[in-house]
Nanobody
Framework: QVQLVESGGGLVQAGGSLRLSCAASGLTFSRYAMGWFRQAPGKEREFVGAITGGGVSTTYAHSVKGRFTISRDNVKNMVDLQMYSLKPEDTAVYYC????????????????WGQGTQVTVSS
């Protein structure tokens, strides 16, 4: 059974930093591209960024490029989202997701999802 469990969410002031982690189990982790998505209240889920299975390539949404960094550890089966210079508009529930082999920006392409972790950025 595949499980993705996010952690690290919380309340942070604007301009601050936060690091989210996603622990994966039940899958051959290195064969899955990992994505981060977020959903704010009343808004649709949006792509944040993704990393290839080997960790060589990443892609980010324009809104977070230069502020967020995704990394992964294929020994520990974990993927992290490091967030800097946080803004109130970054407030959302953040989800990690796994997609077999292919990096993708569309949520519907992902096979497995975590339960999400809340990030709140105060102004």
């Amino acid at each position: 059974q595949v499980q993705l469990v996010e952690s690290g969410g919380g309340l942070v002031q604007a301009g601050g930093s936060l690091r989210l982690s996603c622990a994966a189990s039940g899958l051959t982790f290195s064969r899955y591209a990992m994505g981060w998505f977020r959903q704010a209240p009343g808004k649709e889920r949006e792509f944040v960024g993704a990393i290839t299975g080997g960790g060589v390539s990443t892609t980010y949404a324009h809104s977070v490029k230069g502020r967020f960094t995704i990394s992964r550890d294929n020994v520990k089966n974990m993927v992290d989202l490091q967030m800097y210079s946080l803004k109130p508009e970054d407030t959302a529930v953040y989800y990690c997701a796994a997609n077999f082999l292919t990096i993708a920006t569309m949520g519907r392409e992902y096979d497995y999802w975590g339960q999400g972790t809340q990030v709140t950025v105060s102004s």
